[in-house]
């Protein structure tokens, strides 16, 4: 790919933040450190041109609400707004206020593309796409709580997928197995980073409907069993999808999945669910254990386990209460689990998503968690 850029590079920022359905605000003051500070003909032409047709994705109060705030601020200066701008906006008011009204009012999906930037200077890293940008596009809710926890893109699922993005090899013909996938972000970077076998699981099944059709948008070929023999571990089919309430988890049912690597983002938040997700991780670190006599013990039945690396679980979470993490981190201490803070040595090598100021990097930790 040809080099870009400075203002090329700005710009990309701007219809990546857009795309991502970033705060107008943060879209707009992107769209000024292109042109200087104000918003010029160039800028207001950017948008109504390019960004505002490569939304023609359903998104359309979002286009129509950055409309608004772009012509506010050119107004507010005293310039001179786009007549195209204008019209454009005109379009969206005429075509879009009670229908959109229901939509909001029923929960509504949208979709939004998460860009992930490739800096100049990585070509040769093996994640790195040609194009520079690898673009995933993910059907989410715009409500993150009542009940659509699952369909909205957490902060500790981004810094998982730049953490499996900067660090491909770690994750290269393994099997890797997510507990709580929600929209299936960090398991479509898997699957882009040729892992073995990716298998997304959560509990909730209308999480698991819309990582299905995320799956289809990402042209990725699923199946939604589960192994029905211990043998079967082996089998094909690189992306499964599977309903796996940790509270209902059976051991037996976890110890056939056999997962090189664990993942999960942001799943310690609920105290009672810790001692069932505890359990559930238990269940997919164990590795078989020698006897006396130097023979494996039969508590794990998968012959294919012998030889294994020790499995590991990566789990980035944001401690939003602090009395929930320490449950959590007493959990895995009598668990006889060890558990380290990886945050600054596994720092993902690459900010990919620098247009995301909505997205607080930092206040993502990166924990490896396995059997001590
Ligand atoms: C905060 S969301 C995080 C989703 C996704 N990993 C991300 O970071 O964007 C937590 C996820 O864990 C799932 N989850 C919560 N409790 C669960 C349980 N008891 N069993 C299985 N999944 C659960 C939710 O359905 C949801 O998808």
New binding site residues.
Partial sequence: MAAVTEAEAQYLHVLSAFLAMEPVNSVISLARGCTGGSITDIAQRFFWEICVKASANGNGSYAKKLLKKLINEVELEYGEVLDEVYEEYALYMSASSSKEDTLVKENRRITKFISFLFPEGSYNHPSCPRSRKLVIPLQCSLNMLEGD??C??????LF?SEFVLSFPELFTNKACF??????G??GICLAHVKAKKVIL????LL?LANMKLNLERNHLNYDDESPKQPGEAAHTTRVKCIH????TASESELSEYCPDIVL????I??PS?LP??LRVLVALLRKPTKTDNGSLKTEDKDTTQQGRSPVVAYI?SVIRNADTFNAFLTLVDQMDLSITDLTAELRPRFELLPYMHSYDRSSVKLFSISFR
């Fill in positions: 926890t699952g909205c893109i957490w902060p500790s699922s998982l997510e507990v709580g996938s929600g929209v972000l960090v699981t959560d509990g909730d999480t796996l309430p940790w509270e999960g983002a942001d799943v938040y609920d669910c069932h997700l980035a």
